[in-house]
């Protein structure tokens, strides 16, 4: 009886893990990653079952051909990390995405715009992206770090207006990171028209699960193998 009750807990623990894992974008978006780091990233993301691995876009070629048949998809990142590029840039890094082989898309807002309340560009500069995207979703981050409440949710609007799958965060190259203040303001705003990617400063299971608890349906995280071990 304690043996089966036993087997019973470590499988319990170890679905839970699984479904945690299931939901991570395990991540390397650093200057100076080399080949070798990405191949670790892929290889660790199909031990682990995460959801995709997140990249900037030089690599997503290469890991679209380390990662076939693997079921882990490829968010390739867009206007990163600053979202201050011309819309005609973000377009054009996206279409390279999709031709690479990228299964989603996080792109960065244009902080600037919004804070000067043109929400007119920023809901084109979104759409635009997902225009590219031909399908595939379109994670956008607000960067919080740098927004007030009030423009934090006219950002999700914003966001919801242009097609968005998601809205996220942070960069995790900002002043600040994740927050669940921020990600129940960002659930509480767009409700079920999208979702909502919690990123940056994630670093235990206890923060993670915070993030979840607070609304978050996906986690940008670089420390995935620490947090899915509890």
């Known amino acids: 009886m304690r043996g089966r009750l036993g087997t019973c807990l470590v499988g319990r623990e170890r679905e839970k893990h699984m479904n945690l894992a299931s ?23 199909k031990r682990y079952g995460f959801a995709s691995v997140a990249i900037n876009g030089c690599w997503t070629a290469s890991v ?10 490829i968010t390739t990142c867009v206007g990163f990390p600053l979202g201050a590029a011309a819309t005609a840039g973000k377009a054009a890094e996206a279409h390279q995405a999709v031709i690479d082989g ?3 898309l996080d792109m960065v807002i244009n ?13 084109s500069d ?11 979703p379109v994670k956008v981050i607000l960067e919080c770090c740098l927004l007030d409440d009030e ?21 995790g ?32 299971r206890q923060e993670a699960e ?14 995935s193998i620490a947090i899915i071990g509890g």
């Open 23 to 45: 939901i991570i974008d395990h991540t390397n978006l650093k200057a100076d990653a080399t080949k070798a780091d990405l191949v670790r990233l892929c290889d660790e993301a």
């Open 64 to 73: 679209s051909e380390w990662l076939a048949g693997s079921g882990v998809g």
């Open 102 to 104: 990228t299964t989603e």
């Open 111 to 123: 902080v600037g715009k919004l804070i000067d309340g043109d929400d007119n560009y920023v809901v």
């Open 126 to 136: 979104i759409a635009e992206v997902v225009r590219m995207a031909e399908g595939r």
């Open 151 to 171: 423009q934090i949710v006219r950002a999700c609007e914003d966001c919801v207006e242009a097609g968005a799958s998601f809205v996220k965060t942070s960069t």
């Open 173 to 204: 190259f900002g002043t600040g990171g994740a927050t669940v203040h921020d990600v129940e303001l960002m659930r509480r705003t767009v409700g079920e028209r999208c979702k909502v990617k919690a990123a940056g400063g994630i670093h235990s």
């Open 210 to 223: 915070a993030m979840v608890k607070a609304g978050a349906d996906r986690l940008g995280v670089s420390a």
